[in-house]
């Protein structure tokens, strides 16, 4: 366990569906992310929030909403995606943003049909 | 843009050999360099982190180097286990403040045979 934890584990959903996506930490960190693994693709950063504030944004559709509500949580609201979108989505944080050991959650196997 | 590139794809070896997983960057701008390992459908467990004024970190049978000014790093891993199959991942973070976060290699897809 590396102290972060996303939920659910899987999650299919049809185009039309609205979910979220949760990921948790304990440890004391101040910058959390989410990252989108797709097949045979390099992993790709999404958002960075550092004190609650999102820092970055790269790119990604409208369709991916994140929220976070305090340093502990991070959410991945969804809404309307494609099947393309079906991935791993992994949740990170780390300490302070962009320097220090980076932990991931086990991610959440998305696929939309 | 940064681009992390790793070779090989994927390898399979005998148990017991030594071996050495390859990453090389594009911007040798980087503030640190990060080895993971990746098992299959699951999350990242971060192995060694490099920083940018280090040349190698060491643990176990890990060994990562980094030669900043080239645009490389390599992992070696000493006598090879079954357990050790998995996905590696390089990953940089980029200096200058600002956003931040990892910016990935595919990864080498090793498979150490019994």
């Known amino acids: 366990e590396t102290g972060v934890t996303q939920t659910p584990r899987h999650l299919v959903m049809g185009m039309t569906n609205k979910k979220s996506l949760k990921c948790e930490q304990h440890?004391?960190?101040?910058?959390m992310y989410w990252y989108k693994q797709s097949a045979k693709k390099p992993l790709e950063l999404m958002f960075v929030?550092?004190?609650?504030?999102?820092?970055e944004n790269n790119s990604v559709p409208s369709r991916f909403s994140p929220e976070c509500p305090n340093s502990s949580h991070l959410f991945l609201h969804l809404h309307t995606l494609q099947p393309e979108d079906s991935a791993l989505y992994l949740c990170?944080?780390?300490?302070?943003?962009?320097?220090?050991?980076?932990?991931f959650g086990q991610g959440t196997r998305l696929t939309v049909v | 843009k940064q681009e992390v590139t790793q070779i090989p794809a994927a390898l399979s070896v005998p148990e017991g050999e030594n071996l050495v997983l390859n990453c090389s960057f594009t911007?040798?701008?980087?503030?640190?360099l990060q080895w993971f390992r990746q098992d299959p459908g699951k999350g990242l467990t971060s192995l060694l982190l490099?920083?940018?004024?280090?040349r190698e970190q060491t643990s176990g049978r890990l060994n990562a180097s980094l030669d900043k000014s080239s645009g490389r790093s390599t992992l070696y891993i000493a006598a090879s286990q079954p357990g050790d199959s998995a996905t590696y991942l390089c990953?940089?973070?980029?200096?200058?403040?600002?956003?931040?976060?990892?910016?990935f290699g595919k990864g080498t897809h090793l498979i150490i045979q019994p």
């Open positions: 990170a944080s780390s300490q302070v943003q962009g320097s220090l050991w980076a932990f």
């Open positions: 440890l004391g960190h101040n910058a």
């Open positions: 929030y550092s004190l609650e504030e999102r820092v």
């Open positions: 911007d040798s701008a980087i503030y640190n």
């Open positions: 490099i920083q940018s004024s280090q």
């Open positions: 990953a940089v973070i980029h200096t200058g403040g600002g956003a931040d976060g990892l910016t």
